[in-house]
Nanobody
Framework: QLVESGGGLVQPGDSLRLSCTASGSTLAEYPIGWFRQAPGKEREGVAVISSDGATYYVDFVKGRFTVSRNNGENTVYLEMTSLNPEDPAVYYC???????????????????WGQGTQVTVSS
């Protein structure tokens, strides 16, 4: 069971750090993807961190978002900076199969999803 947290209301240009934790399982061996879905839009990939720590970002977040993992805390983070009016959405973390080979985030690669956390950007 994945659980996201850290969402909230921020102003344009602000930062947020989202967390993804798991109960009953160790995240270290799972590739974790971050996705988002805005109202009326399809869910889209944002970033991925593989089980060995490799990271992948879609173009529109490169240089602004950073995905990392702290295996001691059993947590994966998505650090978001320079948030803009295109970023508001429900953000989800998802796990792929243990030690699966992954690259840029594709929904079909992930089979366990959290409930999402809302990110709102407004002045």
């Amino acid at each position: 069971q994945l659980v996201e947290s850290g969402g909230g209301l921020v102003q344009p240009g602000d930062s947020l750090r989202l967390s993804c934790t798991a109960s009953g399982s160790t995240l270290a061996e799972y590739p974790i993807g971050w996705f988002r879905q805005a109202p009326g839009k399809e869910r889209e990939g944002v970033a991925v961190i593989s089980s060995d720590g490799a990271t992948y970002y879609v173009d529109f977040v490169k240089g602004r978002f950073t995905v990392s993992r702290n295996n001691g805390e059993n947590t994966v983070y998505l650090e978001m900076t320079s948030l803009n009016p295109e970023d508001p959405a429900v953000y989800y973390c998802a796990a792929a199969a243990p030690r699966a080979r992954v690259g840029l985030p594709r929904i079909q690669d992930y089979n366990s999803w959290g409930q999402g956390t809302q990110v709102t950007v407004s002045s």
